[in-house]
């Protein structure tokens, strides 16, 4: 009998906690049980709460409290459960194309295990058929066969769980600016700079043979930080936003969705703002969007529908190809300032959770955890 244990949080109040457990229900034919063996959470998982209403992320991993405690407030969906990205090993499996000893990477529940329902199995991934994801982006119910892997290097695990869904997100936007001639910027300004996400993109802008100088824009706190990079061009705290050179034509790739900060440099920049990319939301106690925000040069970006576009220009796989060999390349990079912080079990999976929700968690660290 197996117990699945998980990680629960109060949908509309993220600091508030439990642990839920079940019992294992009986795998049904061409089901498949996966042990969930290491995940990575940084401020990207907090988002998928915070959004997790508006964007349908509640919906991958409902919560199992509502079996135990039906009739109560659970049966009104109050608790959820946060996606992950990581690695799982499949221990039980009635699917006959998927037997167990596999080991997957992908996008799990913060759980200990997941039953899922493999279809499209290919040699290289497959998808979760469950029937309630089928509405959801695909990019999230699909899951690569990582020992089918050429060269795939388990020492990578870490780095991939942390990094990969991140920099591919880099990746994209990068592609997405390039794409769209950058806007017209002569530069990009960067809110949250500090993040992975804002990092992988300036390590993507960095590849291109003709690049836009970048302005990182960062807490105090952060801004040591940032500038041992030697990343962006400039660095200034969010303090030092009237210190901008307002004349030159600026775009914006922004992580923070600080609302107040957005504002100010709408007003600072004026006609000079050319395009903003409502990209992140680190900043999601502050995300209230003044008058000063310019709403009609500015939109949400969305990597999974990026993703799902390229796919249709490039054909499959080429965008996993190209994205993959950035990711590896900007990964080894990273261990120059990178620090995976590891923590297994409940009480250290709660305790790293609460610490990335306040945002202490410093810039150059980032959580590897299992249950
Ligand atoms: N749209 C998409 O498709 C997409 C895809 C991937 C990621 N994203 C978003 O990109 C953002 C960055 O994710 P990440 O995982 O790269 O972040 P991360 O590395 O964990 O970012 C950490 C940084 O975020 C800021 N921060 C975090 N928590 C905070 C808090 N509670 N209060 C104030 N500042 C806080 C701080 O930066 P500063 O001090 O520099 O502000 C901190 O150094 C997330 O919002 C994520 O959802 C979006």
Redesign the pocket.
């Known amino acids: 009998m197996t117990e699945i244990v998980a990680f629960e949080v109060r949908k509309n109040r993220l600091a508030e906690t439990r642990l839920a457990r079940k019992v294992a229900p009986e795998l049904q034919d061409g089901q498949a049980m996966i042990k969930v063996d290491r995940f990575a959470f940084?401020?990207?998982n907090?988002?998928?709460g915070v959004v997790g209403e508006r964007i349908g992320y509640w919906k991958f991993f409902p919560a199992g409290g509502s079996d135990e405690n039906a009739g109560g407030e659970d049966a009104r969906g109050d608790w959820g459960i946060i996606p992950v990205w990581g690695f799982g090993d499949v221990v039980a499996s009635r699917c006959a194309d998927l037997p167990a000893g596999e080991r997957l990477y992908g996008y799990w529940p913060m759980a200990s295990h997941l039953v899922m329902t493999p279809a499209k199995v290919g040699d290289a991934r497959l998808f979760d058929g469950a029937a309630h994801r089928q509405e959801l982006p695909p990019v999230y119910n699909s899951y690569a066969r990582v020992r089918n892997e050429p060269g795939y290097d388990p020492a990578m695990d870490d780095e991939r769980m942390t990094l990969f869904?991140?920099y591919a997100?880099s990746f994209c936007l990068y592609d997405f600016f390039k794409d769209n001639d950058w806007f017209g910027a002569e530069r990009i300004i960067i809110?949250?700079?500090?993040?992975?996400?804002?990092i992988g993109t300036a390590y993507a802008v960095r590849t291109d043979p003709d690049p836009r100088p970048m302005i990182a824009l960062?807490?105090p706190?952060?801004k040591p930080a940032?500038e041992a990079l030697k990343l962006y061009d400039d660095v200034l705290s969010y303090d030092e936003i009237d210190a901008l050179d307002a004349g030159r034509r600026s775009a914006i790739i922004d992580?923070?969705?600080n609302g107040a900060v957005l504002g100010r440099l709408h007003r600072r920049l004026g006609d000079n703002m050319t395009y903003t990319a409502n990209?992140?939301?680190?900043?999601?106690?502050a995300n209230a969007m003044g008058p000063d925000v310019i709403r009609e040069r500015s939109a949400m970006?969305?990597?999974?529908g990026h993703i799902q576009k390229r796919a249709k220009d490039w054909g499959p796989g080429e965008f996993e190809k190209r994205a993959f060999a950035f990711w590896r390349d900007a990964a080894v990079k990273s261990r120059d300032w990178l620090a995976i912080r590891t923590g297994a079990g409940a009480e250290a999976i709660s305790s790293a959770y609460q610490e990335?929700?306040?945002?202490d968690?410093p810039?150059d660290a980032?959580w590897a955890l299992r249950f």
């Open positions: 940084t401020a990207n907090v988002t998928y869904p991140l997100t809110p949250s700079a500090s993040s992975k996400t804002a960062t807490s706190r952060n940032v992580m923070s969705g990209v992140g939301l680190t900043h999601y106690d970006f969305f990597a999974p990335v929700l306040k945002g968690t810039a980032a």
